[in-house]
């Protein structure tokens, strides 16, 4: 049970249909939503995930939430919220504890990088406690425009993407080659200041992301399918991780 306090946010597992409202609440006004005339956000996987909730605990407002989805294996692969856009049949052989991470999202009001510490250590802490060996999920950019990330997708594919043998496939029909027609010269400065930062904090722990991004009319996103294999984390991330979480 996820119960963490960081300066003063306090990191916990929803604990009944009222937390996952909130969350869901929050997640409209991030994402723009809105169901019956209010900001709401939700999608049959909700009912099957554990929701992180992040609260400013000197007023209790709600600042920041994401959900877990845990697999078994990777058997279970086709059954989570990625593989409606990716084929994701590679990672069928993947045998260990999986989970899958999204939705994640912060009060656009709030601005404290306690907030993205406090989200990891809860990360860090589901995956200690829950055996997981790989988390996965789709990195999403604002818009449905590539050429405005295109320092950003050049620096993913000279760089980060995944090994052949976990490789996406492409499925959705309105997908973007990270790979430009003529190859471009990474710009790492530029490159990294235009991925979300969740998506940068992945590649610090030794992630890798697909060589394709879709583009997601829905949710007016473009997104890349990203993991990160926990036996591969750098031993001193894992430390400075593991000692946020205490």
């Known amino acids: 049970m996820i119960s963490l306090v960081k300066g003063r946010y306090t990191a ?16 409209g006004r991030a994402f723009g939503r809105q169901s019956d005339g209010r900001w709401l956000d939700k999608d049959p996987f909700d009912a099957r995930c554990d929701h992180v909730l992040i609260e400013d605990h000197h007023s209790g407002r709600l600042v920041c939430c994401f959900r877990f989805l845990p697999l078994a294996s990777g058997a279970e692969i086709n059954s989570c919220y990625s593989a409606q856009f990716y084929d994701l049949k590679r990672l069928a052989a993947f045998d260990q504890p999986m989970v899958e991470m999204g939705r994640f999202c912060v009060d ?39 050429k405005v990330y295109s320092d950003a997708f050049d620096l ?13 496939e492409v499925k959705s029909p309105d997908v973007v080659s990270l790979a430009r027609p003529v190859p471009a010269v990474a710009d ?30 829905d949710m007016g996103t473009l997104h890349v399918f990203t993991g990160v294999e926990i036996a591969l984390i750098p031993p001193a991330r894992k430390r400075l991780l593991r000692a946020v979480v205490g």
């Open 12 to 27: 916990r597992l929803a604990r009944g249909t009222k937390d996952i409202e909130m969350a869901q609440t929050l997640r």
């Open 108 to 146: 656009t009001t709030v601005f404290d990088p306690d907030i993205l510490r406090i989200a990891w250590a809860a990360m860090t802490d589901y995956v200690d406690r829950n055996g997981v060996e790989l988390l996965f999920g789709c990195a999403s950019f604002s818009g449905t425009d590539p």
């Open 188 to 217: 790492s400065r530029r490159g990294l200041l235009r991925m979300p930062p969740m998506l940068r904090t992945y590649l610090m722990m030794g992630g890798w992301v697909s060589d394709h991004a879709v583009i997601d009319h």
């Open 156 to 168: 993913l594919n000279s760089r980060y993407l995944v090994p052949d043998h976990w490789r996406p």
